[in-house]
């Protein structure tokens, strides 16, 4: 069983539409938990960053940890095509070593 | 956030020359940097984490006498392909983990395409 688990999509959505990624974990240590976004031929960008469980609010993103069913979610409110992009959830337990789901590839169709 | 500028940004070289790809944290310091290779449509794959005045530790499967990774201060890791091949044509990313705040978060660079012909 891999570590992290992400639907790789294609997900396309029209713009307007809230956005749901979510990705699944094995290891209950985890407790640092991250969503990037990243554009074709960039480096991953930092969206969100979680530390244990809850909500986290940014703008039009929000991050959610359940640890006690090892889910993590980003919700996208009112998407953009600029929001088109590929999303990688990763998470960690010490710091020291991270592990990335697959990415999920997002298309919003103006 | 933090910002971790990866030099150069493209680079083509001929087979069997090295390339050195330069990471820097910009504004904070990194006891840890990762290097990571990405091909197209894929995840990142890492390849070595690097620390701080210590040899850097390679995953499995990457030959650390192909990939040599120096992290001589706290704001500087450096990737060298040496005796480049058409096959080390990659995507090449490092990322940086800040020394204090944070400790989970995780920045990256701006990513390095490489191509060897």
């Known amino acids: 069983q891999k570590e992290v688990e992400q639907d790789p999509g294609p997900l396309s959505v029209p713009e307007g539409a809230i956005v749901s990624l979510n990705c699944t974990y094995s290891n209950s240590a985890f407790q640092y938990f991250m969503w990037y976004r990243q554009y074709s031929r960039k480096g991953p960008e930092l969206l969100m960053y979680t530390y244990s469980s809850g909500n986290k609010e940014d703008g039009r993103f929000t991050a959610q940890v359940d640890k006690s069913s090892k889910y993590i979610s980003l919700f996208i409110r009112d998407s953009q095509p600029s929001d088109s992009a590929t999303y990688l959830c990763?998470?960690?337990?010490?710091?020291?070593?991270?592990?990335f789901g697959t990415g999920t590839s997002l298309t919003v169709i103006p | 956030g933090a910002v971790v500028s990866q030099h150069p940004s493209r680079v083509i070289c001929k087979s069997g020359t090295s390339v050195k790809i330069e990471c820097r944290s910009l504004?904070?310091?990194?006891?840890?940097m990762f290097w990571y290779r990405q091909f197209p449509k894929q995840s990142l794959m890492l390849m070595a984490t690097?620390?701080?005045?210590?040899?850097?530790?390679?995953e499995q499967g990457v030959e650390k006498d192909k990939f040599l990774i120096n992290h001589a201060s706290l704001t500087l890791s450096t990737l060298t392909v040496t005796s480049a091949h058409p096959e080390d044509s990659s995507f090449y990313i490092c990322?940086?983990?800040?020394?204090?705040?944070?400790?989970?978060?995780?920045?990256f660079g701006e990513g390095s395409r490489l191509t060897v012909l």
């Open positions: 990322s940086a983990r800040t020394l204090a705040g944070n400790t989970g978060e995780l920045f």
């Open positions: 504004d904070f310091q990194a006891t840890t």
């Open positions: 690097s620390n701080e005045g210590s040899k850097a530790t390679y």
């Open positions: 990763a998470m960690s337990s010490t710091g020291n070593q991270f592990y």
